[in-house]
């Protein structure tokens, strides 16, 4: 299992044109990947929950990664949100 | 047998092509009870396989014709597709209780709308409406039925709707639809407003057109007479064939104007602008010999748009408009929503009365967090050409000393913390309402120019919904209650030393160009394709004349003796 926090910086927060991105990045791997904040903890494969877990401007957010590739689906996560942005 | 059905000419030109019934088909979806699981659940997952295909093509389609950014929406389809949260809910569904797939998939996806549809934040209310698109696409596939899109067509078409929405013609591919054919709507709707501009021929409010023409049938759509004919014979389409050879010959001979300045036989000048909804249209305006733009409608930037467009976004987007017209007059119209405008993203209150209720310069009025930000971004471009800002639907005085004191305000600010400002910025409003021109004598004192709204001003006058067919007949241009409040503001502005533009639909008439010409017009402002056509109309006419016409049509009785007087 790998954890990270992260501090969301975006002015949108995780909301469109990014929330779609980090979702497929997300889906590109075999493990399981979760998004909490607030202690609600949702798939980060699923646009719909992650879109309304409603992480704004300033959130802290946990991302958990469990599976055979772990380590690489956090580097793409990781990669992604720098990107776009969003941390 | 031959037969053909007659509406509203709505945009000139003839096509000859196949009829493509564009028509929402009935999504009927009923709750049975399913015995091969299995089955069901490879009809689900076939069909998500067939929507991926179908929102692929999409995609590239619309990236290759209109850039990335419009092709973001199918990618953002596309996830929400396969969202795992969504497709387990509606395999579990089929297991669990035997649902059947279209079923459980609207089970499913009503769930998700109506969460969407009750959340505070307007961009994620909007979600709804994607996951709604991506279920009626989903289920046609489950159904099997075929659903209406015009962004398939692949080739020449005439198409035959009940009605187009702004997004319909927006998708419609000019290579292949030859033109269409509607059952509602009017010379100033929405979709033959679209026709002219796409410059093809449309034939609008005909009643019966999807109940008669049929999908794929050889139909000949003249947009000058508003006939669409069933059936023709061999005769008829040899006939038509050579109506668009001459056409097209005629419209080489108009393009050698493109250049030209617009004068009358006796000498007398007037300006033919452009009517505008986005830069993107500026190219086509300049192609088409404007020699300024009149009416730059900026709500598209805003109905367009996910969110409020930021104030350095509305800049770019006049900078660009100022600087291609290379200081050419360009007259900006700040926001005008409401009435059948809508912005996605801003709560409205439901009016009973939407045309007489809180619209364009009422409505920034109310809301000056979305009338300042545009103020300042005018002033801010007015420095990259020649501005003049117009406010729309003034009603009264107080509302125009409202926006001007706004107006200076923001100014002020501006140059006092250093921006470049241009100093001969021209403030104006458009006259729709009737109290403004029977005012305007009074008015011309504060204003630097009017700009005449003729769709409005004839509905507010008339008294008649132009969007209600049944009052259509009331829409009358050429009623002489009309022309008398024209001639009035008219006046009025010269009585000032100030100027009058038009930037209605009755503008760019041809039967209306010789009265308006004669009440002393100074701008018409019209679609970009009726510019060189009329330029080679006024180019023949006398202005001295007109002014007699003018005279006498003020004195006719009825619009019919008007249209009967400038025929002759």
């Known amino acids: 299992m790998v954890q990270k926090e992260f501090h969301i910086v975006a002015e949108t927060g995780i909301h469109a044109r990014p929330a779609t991105l980090l979702v497929q990045a997300a889906s590109k791997f075999q493990s399981e990947i979760k998004l909490a904040y607030k202690g609600k903890e949702v798939n980060l494969k699923s646009i719909m929950a992650v879109l309304t877990l409603g992480a704004g401007k300033g959130a802290d957010v946990t991302i958990t990664v469990n599976g055979a590739d772990e380590e690489a689906a956090m580097e793409g996560i990781v990669t992604t949100m720098t990107k776009e942005g969003l941390i | 047998?031959?037969?053909?059905?007659?509406?509203?000419?709505?945009s000139n030109g003839i096509a000859i092509a196949k009829a493509y019934r564009l028509i929402e088909p009935i999504l009927e979806v009923t709750e049975d009870c399913i015995e091969d699981v299995e089955m069901e659940i490879t009809l689900f997952v076939n069909s998500m396989k067939t929507t991926q295909t179908e929102l692929e093509f999409l995609r590239e389609k619309v990236r290759k014709e209109q850039g990335d950014e419009k092709a973001l929406i199918f990618d953002a389809h596309i996830t929400i597709l396969?969202?795992?949260?969504?497709?387990?809910?509606?395999?579990?569904?089929?297991?669990?209780?035997k649902s059947n797939a279209a079923y459980a998939l609207k089970q499913v996806s009503n769930m998700y709308v109506g969460m969407f549809e009750t959340m505070d934040d307007p961009y994620l209310r909007e979600r709804a409406a994607d996951i709604k698109d991506i279920t009626k696409r989903l289920t046609s596939h489950i159904?099997?039925?075929r659903l209406a899109d015009p962004s398939l067509i692949d080739e020449e078409v005439i198409v035959v709707a009940e009605d187009l929405t702004p997004s319909d013609t927006a998708q419609l591919n000019r290579k292949f639809v030859k033109g269409f054919t509607t059952n509602i709507g009017g010379r100033t709707s929405h979709s033959a407003i679209m026709a002219r501009t796409l410059e093809i021929p449309a034939v609008v409010g005909t009643g019966v057109a999807t109940?008669?023409?049929?999908?794929g049938d050889l139909i000949i759509l003249d947009g000058f007479s508003g006939k669409v004919h069933l059936q023709p014979s061999e005769e008829m389409i040899v006939e038509f064939q050579e109506r668009i050879e001459e056409y097209q010959m005629k419209k080489a001979e108009w393009a050698k104007l493109v250049n030209e300045a617009t004068i009358t036989a006796d000498g007398q000048r007037v300006e033919f602008a452009s009517n505008i909804g986005s830069p993107s249209d500026l190219e086509f305006a300049i192609a088409n010999g404007a020699e300024g733009i009149g009416l730059y409608r900026t709500e598209f930037l805003f109905m367009e748009a996910e969110?409020?467009?930021t104030e350095d976004e509305q800049f770019e987007a006049y900078k660009k408009v100022l600087e291609g017209m290379k200081g050419k007059p360009v007259v900006i119209r700040t926001l005008d929503i409401g009435g059948d405008k809508k912005l996605p993203w801003l709560e409205m209150e439901t009016e009973m009365n939407?045309?007489?209720g809180v619209r364009a310069i009422r409505l920034c009025l109310l809301k000056e967090d979305l009338?300042?930000?545009?103020?300042?971004?005018?002033?801010?471009?007015?420095?990259?050409?020649?501005l003049k800002i117009l406010f729309p639907m003034i009603a009264t005085l107080d509302e125009f000393r409202s926006c001007k004191a706004i107006y200076l305000e923001e100014k002020e600010n501006l140059i006092a913390s250093g921006v470049t400002v241009a100093e001969n910025i021209e403030i104006g409003i458009m006259v729709e309402i009737p109290s403004t021109a029977i005012l305007a004598d009074q008015f011309a004192k504060e204003v630097d120019f009017f700009s005449i709204g003729t769709n409005d001003l004839i509905q507010y006058t008339m008294a008649a919904d132009r969007m209600n067919e049944s009052v259509s007949y009331l829409y009358q241009p050429f009623n002489p209650a009309i022309l008398r409040l024209v001639k009035m503001v008219i006046d009025a502005s010269h009585a000032e030393g100030k100027w009058t533009g038009m930037c209605g639909e009755m503008a760019g008439e041809e039967l209306a160009q010789p009265i308006l010409l004669g009440l002393g017009l100074d701008e018409f402002s019209m679609s970009a394709p009726?510019?060189?056509?009329?330029?080679?109309?006024?180019k023949k006419m006398n202005k001295v004349e007109m002014e007699v016409l003018a005279a006498k049509a003020l004195n006719c009785r009825t619009a019919e003796e008007v249209l009967a007087l400038v025929k002759e």
């Open chain 2, 82 to 97: 396969n969202d795992p949260e969504l497709t387990d809910a509606v395999k579990n569904s089929i297991r669990d209780e």
């Open chain 2, 371 to 386: 009338f300042r930000p545009q103020l300042r971004a005018l002033l801010r471009a007015s420095a990259y050409g020649n």
């Open chain 2, 1 to 10: 047998m031959y037969s053909f059905i007659k509406g509203i000419a709505a």
């Open chain 2, 211 to 215: 109940e008669k023409i049929k999908h």
């Open chain 2, 530 to 538: 009726s510019i060189l056509k009329s330029r080679s109309n006024i």
């Open chain 2, 143 to 145: 159904l099997g039925v």
């Open chain 2, 354 to 356: 939407p045309f007489l």
């Open chain 2, 307 to 309: 969110k409020l467009p």
